[in-house]
């Protein structure tokens, strides 16, 4: 799904969420870890209770980033789940009652009764309302978070993505391969959204684009160069809003200057 297209629905996913989930793939990219804690930051600031998580090595780049401790690698299950050996059939009825501070769960079979030895307890389920998984190609690509395939066919789940191998797996997919990061397509998103940057999350969406394309030496989609005009614009941290501007300037006129000058390309033969 294209970004214009997508920016009205996300917006409206956005709004009607109370608890937020977002994941990047195990052993993350830089680009992954930043486009997760910008948006981290926003939908704190809306008051969406965000949780952010991934498994493995996490890259030393981003240590200095706000929110980074915040990153967990589980996701605790919610729902207590018992389970004992079942037949059709043997159950008469399940209530329950409460007592005092005590909650009682009532399983009342027809003729014998359950052996407590076979009784077994689990966790299982979340309460996420909306799950956003960044910079990863599959479900698989999550690593241990994927341990509940059932949640992630049920949840809300926003799939945004540059691979083209993506397999498509949100109900809600946007997959730009011709962007450079998916921190530009977070930032065009929400810019189509009408959705404020924080300066946490511009800084952290800067600092993935700049990270993705070596400091802009490396731009194959002028929508970095977008995406960077909008970053600066909302950004406060590091120097005055006129020191920003003009150091990004400079960074993006020498980018755009390497980005259309003309290109050669050598052949080589053998004799």
């Known amino acids: 799904m294209r970004i214009n297209i997508a920016a009205p629905q996300i917006k409206d996913l956005i709004e009607k969420s109370n608890k937020v989930l977002l994941l990047t793939r195990a052993n993350p ?14 939908l704190a600031s809306l008051g969406k209770n965000p949780t952010s998580a991934t498994t493995g090595r996490v890259p030393e780049e981003v240590n200095h980033l706000p929110h980074i401790s915040r990153l967990m690698d589980r996701i605790e299950p919610k729902n207590l789940i018992i389970s004992f050996d079942y037949v059709e059939g043997m159950i008469d009825k399940v209530s329950y009652k409460i007592e005092g501070n005590k909650f009682k769960l009532i399983i009342s079979p027809k003729e014998k009764r359950i052996n407590p030895e076979q009784v077994e307890y689990s966790y299982k389920g979340t309460d996420y ?15 241990k978070l994927f341990a509940d395939p059932e949640f992630y066919s049920t949840a809300t789940t926003v799939n945004i993505d540059r691979r083209v191998n993506n397999t498509q797996f949100g109900k809600v997919n946007i997959i730009e391969p011709r962007n450079d990061s998916v921190c530009a397509i977070i930032t065009k998103l ?20 700049r990270a993705s394309t070596s400091n802009f030496t490396k731009v194959n989609n002028p929508s970095t160069f977008e995406a960077a005009s909008i970053c600066v614009a909302s950004s406060g941290r590091f120097g005055t809003q006129s020191e920003m501007k003009i150091a990004n300037e400079e960074s993006i006129k020498t980018s755009e200057k390497n980005f259309f000058a003309p290109k050669i390309f050598k052949s080589s033969s053998s004799d």
Do not use: H, Q, R, W
């Open 190 to 209: 929400l810019a189509d959204s009408n959705i404020k940057l924080t300066s946490v999350a511009a800084d952290a969406l800067l600092f993935g684009l």
């Open 29 to 42: 990219s830089v680009d992954g870890v930043c486009s997760m804690i910008a948006l981290y930051d926003i």
């Open 129 to 143: 309302d909306l799950v956003f998984i960044l910079d990863s190609p599959d479900l698989e690509s999550l690593g």
